[in-house]
């Protein structure tokens, strides 16, 4: 514990220990890819394990983490909010960040990357369109064209950061197959790579077939990292829950990566819980089951036959029946525990923290706000929320649609 202790200042630094393994999670992880992907995926991890080896790709990104993005973000104690429920709360303030999510944390891992690897063009497929942003402005800071994937559903519910990905320079192409969201977006997407190979695919979340978990993890966890420190700076002691909504699981990793192995701290995973039954919700480990499905082997909604569905939540970001095999390992043995959120609840975590701190969070982040509002209610507990993202592309739309 010597190492984190009371430090004045709050240091930028990724996990190393996310590293020591394969990208298999217990049973769940690996790559189902078909055989064209096999190589451009094995030089990826190759890249990869090598550049986090490697001192002046560590020094880059984490200028790049400070003086681009802005971190480290603020741990914040949300003092209105703690009173309301009951427990002593802070916020980890990810809305922060440069371009408004955590996902921005991922994005320049990954275009440095990219850059080492010569790519001469950037794929990537967004949801609620925070990666698409993040990834678009991660191309423009590097010069490397980018074509961005959206499915219309999700282009009409997030139109400012349509605008957004546009006025970078992205490239956008929207996609009408299926139900036009995210999980469609991401089979055409992976379409053009198996036809591009030499593009450089930009993983959005801790998905997809090895090495992307890892990956993911890995730029995700400083997060965990610096809350850890800023917590014991500010109240000399660990949390007692931290609690992170899951679309497809990297803010949460980023969150939880930080206290995996202190086992008295609990962990909370909000699950996009759509109207909270089987045919509507995005909620993949309480309605899922393990199943291969974009690449990793992993928790997924699917129908009776085990096929597949089309995941359904308010919030665009955790509208996706896949999720990280690291968070399914979690789940089943018992580290973390994970709860639907339903869009009403979700609704009013919105407004409650807009309200009683001025802080207007992403729908995605709402979902955390509210189950630790439920878990923490006249508990005295000392909690940790991670505040995913800012919710500007919210506050236009009719949440009741
Ligand atoms: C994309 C997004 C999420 C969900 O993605 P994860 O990979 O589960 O973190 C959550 N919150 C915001 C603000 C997002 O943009």
């Known amino acids: 514990m010597e190492t984190t202790t009371l430090k004045q200042n709050v240091e930028v630094s990724p996990l190393s220990e996310m590293l020591n393994h394969n990208g298999q999670y217990g049973d769940y992880g690996g790559s189902y890819v078909p055989p064209v992907l096999a190589k451009p995926l094995e030089r990826l991890a190759d890249t990869f394990n090598s550049l986090v080896q490697d001192s002046s790709f560590i020094k880059e990104y984490i ?16 003092k209105r909010l703690s009173e309301h429920i009951g427990s002593t709360i802070y916020l980890k303030r990810e809305d922060l960040n440069h371009t408004g999510s955590h996902k921005i944390n991922n994005t320049i891992g990954q275009i440095l990357v990219a850059k080492r690897m010569g790519a001469k063009e950037i794929i990537a497929e967004t949801g609620a369109g925070q990666h698409g942003v993040a990834t678009a402005t991660a191309a423009a800071l590097m010069g490397i064209p980018c074509k961005i994937f959206m499915g219309a559903k999700d282009i009409k519910r997030q139109s400012l950061n349509v605008s957004r990905i546009k006025l970078l320079g992205a490239e956008l192409i929207p996609t009408e197959s299926g139900t036009a969201t995210l999980k469609d977006a991401v089979d055409i997407a992976l379409g053009y790579y198996i036809e591009h190979p ?13 090495p992307y978990p890892k990956m993911v993890g890995y730029f995700q966890s400083v997060i965990g990292q610096e809350a850890r420190q800023q917590i014991l700076n500010a109240e000399g002691r660990l949390p007692q ?10 803010n949460a990793i980023g969150l939880f990566s930080g206290f995996l192995n202190d086992k008295e701290v609990e962990i909370y995973g909000a699950e996009g819980g759509g109207e909270a039954h089987e045919g509507n919700t995005a909620a993949t480990i309480s309605f899922g089951k393990p199943a291969v499905f974009q690449g990793t082997y992993s928790y997924c909604l699917v129908d009776k036959d085990g096929n597949p569905v089309e995941s359904h939540s308010i919030a665009a970001g955790l ?44 729908i995605e982040s709402s979902h955390a706000i509210a189950l630790a509002a439920k878990i923490l209610k006249n508990k005295e507990m000392l909690a940790i929320i991670n505040l995913s993202g800012r919710g500007d592309k919210d506050v236009d739309r009719d949440l009741n649609e």
């Open 241 to 250: 829950a931290i609690f992170a909504c899951i679309g497809g699981g990297s």
């Open 63 to 78: 200028y790049l983490l400070k003086q681009y993005v802005g971190r480290p973000s603020p741990l914040y104690y949300a």
């Open 319 to 362: 509208d996706y029946p896949g999720i990280s095999p690291q968070h399914a390992y979690l789940n089943d043995t018992k580290r973390a525990s994970y709860y639907p959120v339903t869009d009403e609840a979700a609704i009013v975590g919105f407004k409650l923290l807009s309200q009683l701190e001025g802080i207007t969070p992403a």
């Open 198 to 210: 030499d593009s450089f695919y930009l993983l959005g979340s801790q998905v997809g077939p090895h």
